[in-house]
């Protein structure tokens, strides 16, 4: 995957392009496949020539306005993908076996949030999703933006999400009424397989340090084989620094200097909550791609707070921001082998956040969503 686009890239930073523009050239969504050897570029899922189907969930609230962008983006640069589309709603007590079916025949989905009720009895389907397809992945890129201002520059970290275990297994009880318990389970299997994750990501898109977050001096067993996990794959990649840090310090540091960060990998409930706090730090989640991976499937999806459906009031005004879903859809054309599609829908949706013209209310502006895509297809080279 890196060494397809590598002649694009070096094409683009020729000299042709304004040098404001440079820096967006890097690629920020490459994401390798667990699993494939990555001592050779991945077969394409599709021939040549042929459109990839892609299973496509709008999903809830702002969902269908910003995978409606999508879509309009899509036409507009000719992608060679054919959405499959369907209505899943978080409040349905699974997912449909139809959408499963496609999901399984496609391989890859793309997806607007899933509303996931609080308390009760329901479970969150966009959990489900990645404990049934075994998405043991969960990739966010949360880097700044040229032209957006925050309070701090120069961030681009990398949060690697174990998905599927730790806090997140569902395994709760009442003992005795007013007494739950709820267990945490860890690993060594998903902690090596993340940690494998990590440091071949950071490998293959030129990345220096990969830092383990944790709480092991609580958490001694749990936590423990996570980080003895972590070390022994560390040791196989002797050209990557790495780094442990306890998620408490983390935060802080995360809030105080985040650009000593790199790539980071989490247990599951602590990669929650370290993306969505880098995120609000490089510009929000409104902006921040993500997408999640297993051995055979891919949901591509906005990064953080992926359950996040907008408040009513948004859906109805119609201003939702499309710009995560967007860069998320990169990352699939990506994954897809389609580098070139990627490279124009990720240049042109950064163009339009440095020109400051169109924005959501999220990132200081008023535009409506639709505004916002017209800008991006505007801006397509």
């Known amino acids: 995957m890196t060494q397809s686009t590598a002649p694009?890239?070096?094409?683009?930073?020729?000299?042709?392009?304004p040098h404001h523009l440079r820096s967006w050239f890097r690629p920020i969504t490459h994401m390798p496949r667990p699993g494939s050897d990555t001592t050779r570029p991945v077969s394409p899922i599709t021939?040549?020539?042929t459109p990839t189907p892609v299973t496509l969930i709008p999903g809830d609230g702002i969902g269908p306005l910003v995978t409606g962008a999508v879509e309009q983006v899509f036409n507009a640069i000719q992608a060679p993908v054919i959405f499959e589309k369907f209505e899943v709603h978080g409040d349905m007590n699974k997912i449909p076996d139809e959408v499963m079916d496609s999901i399984r025949k496609n391989k890859v989905c793309l997806k607007g949030g899933l509303v996931t009720p609080v308390g009760g009895g329901v479970n969150?389907?966009?959990?489900?999703l990645r404990k049934e397809l075994d998405l043991f992945v969960s990739v966010v890129n949360c880097f700044s933006l040229p032209g957006l201002v925050t309070r701090?520059?120069?961030?681009?970290?990398?949060?690697?999400?174990?998905?599927?275990e730790g806090e997140y297994s569902g395994l709760e009880h009442e003992v005795v009424p007013g007494v739950?318990?709820?267990?945490?389970?860890?690993?060594?299997?998903?902690?090596?397989r993340i940690a494998k994750y990590a440091f071949e990501f950071a490998h293959l898109n030129d990345r220096k340090t990969v830092t383990a977050v944790h709480k092991a001096n609580i958490m001694k067993l749990a936590d423990g084989l996570f980080l003895e996990s972590c070390r022994e794959i560390a040791k196989k990649y002797p050209e990557i620094t790495y780094n442990e840090i306890i998620v408490d310090n983390c935060c802080m540091q995360l809030v105080s200097k985040p650009e000593q960060f790199d790539v980071m990998v989490t247990p599951n409930l602590y990669g929650n909550l370290v993306a969505n706090t880098a995120a609000g730090i490089a510009g929000g989640t409104g902006?921040?791609?993500?997408g999640n991976v297993g051995t055979e499937y891919a949901i591509f999806e906005q990064g953080a707070s992926a359950g996040n459906v907008g408040k009513p009031s948004m859906v109805e005004k119609k201003r939702a921001n499309p710009v995560a879903l967007l860069l998320s859809s990169a990352m699939m054309l990506r994954h897809l082998q389609l580098p070139d599609y990627a490279d124009r829908l990720e240049t042109?949706?950064?163009r339009v956040i440095y020109e400051g013209k169109y924005r959501t209310k999220d990132l200081g502006g008023s535009s409506?969503?639709?505004?916002?895509?017209?800008?991006?297809?505007?801006?397509?080279?």
Do not use: W, Y
Request: proline share 2%; net charge neutral.
């Open 8 to 17: 694009i890239l070096k094409r683009l930073l020729s000299g042709t392009q």
């Open 47 to 49: 021939n040549n020539g």
């Open 124 to 128: 969150s389907l966009n959990v489900l």
């Open 152 to 164: 701090h520059e120069k961030v681009d970290i990398v949060v690697i999400r174990e998905n599927t």
């Open 180 to 192: 739950v318990e709820s267990l945490k389970v860890i690993t060594k299997f998903c902690s090596e």
């Open 287 to 290: 902006v921040m791609p993500g």
């Open 348 to 350: 042109a949706v950064k």
């Open 368 to 381: 409506t969503t639709q505004e916002v895509t017209d800008a991006v297809i505007s801006a397509l080279t």
